[in-house]
């Protein structure tokens, strides 16, 4: 065999769970498969089964039904979002979570809004009840990222667009699945990419479709938060979370620094992912935390965690542009997503945000009055447009607001949302091809086209044309 691969590395792909379920036409006549025809066919495009969803829009819903799954951390903070659109734009009709402490809470807090939701529990199936209700526009998904898909697919066939958390899918044949039931049910399906709708993250976009960067070279975009304790403690539900990090070695959650980066490149409307490469560290510090843990839970002193504590990742993308791409939920280290831009024209990095402009002096950053000049001129509307709301209702510093306002908002005036399937499926999928680099010892592992070819076509983003 050629290259770094060998035998020994196709025994271990074979044994990667699910990273190469979804390979279109795996069907090899029963002959061995070579390493790099099975690397090739992760690129390869099924044939459609429907209709492209690029520019989809659906007539005007003047108050949008809402059906909400997963009222757990995020779904209860998101769930109250919801809430305060009603009855102006949405209404909640019915709520679900498998646990019972989690639906009384909820409908508590609703009651105190004059909703009255309809209320599925206690089995992990009753969801499936709710969306077959014909007096259901949207369905949210705030469940955990095992099932995501399953309820995304369910509930389009049954007529809905849906929301749906990060990551939307963490197996290749998931994105298929998702983008292919889109298309087939000409439903929405959005990926909640929160981070997208970030002050600082509009500014830059708006900055970098004005040309204040010039040619566009490279980004690094990163998911860097102290986790261990929530993952090890009880929050999660069945502790969901940490079991990843038992099973896989990949970047696992790589949407919240990709996704807007992936904006400022215009990744699906003009470029596109082609591959990427990708390499862990050592796993080394949940193995020392759960020794803190107390004797019944289950991952006290445990030793088989694989996730390396930092996952690297390159993508290059069609237009030959580079992005860096972090995972690190495991060190004791300040929470960042990198959020940096470099292009001719200048560079920013964030956390801090700060700005170098060529034309300045560029071996500095920029003095605070002309940073803030530039946030003054470049500042997306809609957060002074909306001030008052986020500084009521927030959500991670008011860009979950803006999110949920833009997607409900959207619904309500029959333009398209702000993000598709393309994007769920293309920032989502790193997941599984980073585990299969990883695996592989870095090779490079090509994304496949999901927009079938249509990634070519210049497309401006919603968010920019109000
Ligand atoms: N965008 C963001 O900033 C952000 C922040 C936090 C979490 N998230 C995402 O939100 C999702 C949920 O995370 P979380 O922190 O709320 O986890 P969580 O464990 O607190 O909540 C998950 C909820 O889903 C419920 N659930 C599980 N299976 C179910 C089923 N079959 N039917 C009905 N309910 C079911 C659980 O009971 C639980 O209440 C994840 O995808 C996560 O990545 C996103």
């Known amino acids: 065999?050629?290259?770094?691969?060998?035998?020994?590395?196709?025994?271990?792909?074979?044994?990667?769970?699910?990273?190469?379920?979804?390979?279109?036409?795996?069907?090899?006549?029963?002959?061995?498969?070579?390493?790099?025809?099975?690397l090739d066919r992760i690129s390869a495009t099924p044939s459609p089964s429907g209709q492209s969803v690029i520019g989809l829009t659906v007539p005007p819903i003047k108050q949008v039904r809402v059906g909400i799954?997963?009222?757990?951390?995020?779904?209860?903070?998101?769930?109250?979002?919801?809430?305060?659109?009603?009855?102006?734009?949405?209404?909640?009709?019915?709520?679900?979570?498998?646990?019972?402490?989690?639906?009384?809470?909820?409908?508590?807090?609703?009651?105190?809004?004059?909703?009255?939701?309809?209320?599925y529990k206690g089995d992990p199936n009753a969801w499936k009840e709710m969306v077959k209700r014909d007096d259901i526009d949207l369905v949210f998904i705030f469940t955990h990222w095992d099932v995501h898909v399953e309820m995304a697919v369910e509930s389009m066939r049954q007529g809905k667009h849906v929301a749906v958390e990060v990551p939307a899918a963490i197996t290749l044949e998931e994105a298929w699945q998702m983008v292919n039931t889109a298309e087939e049910t000409q439903r929405n399906c959005i990926m909640?990419?929160?981070?997208?709708?970030?002050?600082?993250?509009?500014?830059?976009?708006?900055?970098a479709r004005q040309g204040v960067f010039g040619n566009l070279t490279y980004g690094e975009a990163a998911y860097i938060h102290d986790l261990r304790s929530l993952m090890l403690d009880h929050s999660y539900y069945n502790q969901w979370r940490i079991r990843h990090h038992v099973k896989h070695d990949a970047n696992l959650y790589?949407?919240?620094?990709?996704?807007?980066?992936?904006?400022?490149?215009?990744?699906?409307?003009?470029?596109r992912f082609e591959y990427l490469v990708s390499m862990s560290s050592p796993s080394v510090s949940l193995a020392e935390y759960s020794k803190k843990m107390d004797y019944s839970n289950e991952f006290y002193n445990r030793n088989d965690f694989i996730h390396g504590d930092m996952n690297t990742s390159l993508i290059k993308t069609a237009k030959?542009?580079?992005?860096?791409?972090?995972?690190?939920?495991?060190?004791?280290?300040?929470?960042?997503?990198?959020?940096?831009?470099?292009?001719?024209?200048?560079?920013?990095?964030?956390?801090?945000?700060?700005?170098?402009?060529?034309?300045k002096d560029s071996h500095r950053w920029l003095p605070d009055n002309e940073y803030k000049e530039m946030r003054a001129k470049y500042d997306h509307p809609i957060w002074t447009r909306l001030k008052a709301?986020?500084?009521?209702?927030?959500?991670?510093?008011?860009?979950?607001?803006?999110?949920?306002?833009?997607?409900?908002?959207?619904?309500?005036?029959?333009?398209?949302?702000?993000?598709?399937?393309?994007?769920?499926?293309?920032?989502?999928?790193?997941?599984?091809?980073?585990?299969?680099?990883?695996?592989?010892?870095?090779?490079?592992?090509?994304?496949?086209?999901?927009t079938r070819g249509r990634w070519k076509e210049p497309r401006k983003l919603q968010i920019l044309l109000d």
């Open 69 to 119: 799954i997963g009222l757990g951390m995020r779904g209860s903070g998101m769930t109250k979002l919801i809430d305060a659109l009603c009855p102006d734009k949405a209404k909640i009709v019915a709520i679900c979570d498998l646990q019972e402490k989690y639906t009384s809470r909820t409908l508590e807090a609703l009651k105190k809004n004059n909703q009255n939701p309809a209320v």
């Open 389 to 450: 709301e986020i500084e009521k209702y927030g959500g991670h510093g008011g860009m979950d607001f803006v999110e949920i306002y833009r997607v409900i908002d959207n619904l309500n005036r029959g333009i398209q949302l702000d993000m598709d399937v393309y994007d769920a499926a293309s920032w989502s999928v790193v997941y599984p091809l980073s585990e299969i680099s990883v695996q592989l010892g870095s090779v490079p592992v090509k994304f496949p086209d999901f």
């Open 254 to 271: 790589p949407t919240h620094g990709l996704g807007p980066v992936s904006q400022y490149m215009e990744i699906d409307r003009g470029d």
């Open 320 to 359: 030959g542009r580079m992005i860096h791409l972090y995972h690190d939920v495991v060190t004791p280290r300040p929470y960042s997503r990198n959020n940096c831009l470099a292009g001719t024209g200048g560079y920013h990095e964030g956390y801090p945000s700060r700005l170098a402009l060529d034309g």
């Open 1 to 38: 065999m050629k290259g770094p691969l060998n035998r020994r590395s196709f025994l271990r792909i074979s044994a990667l769970t699910g990273a190469f379920m979804g390979i279109p036409s795996l069907g090899l006549g029963g002959k061995t498969p070579d390493i790099e025809e099975l």
């Open 192 to 207: 909640l990419e929160n981070c997208c709708y970030g002050s600082e993250e509009l500014w830059l976009l708006n900055m």
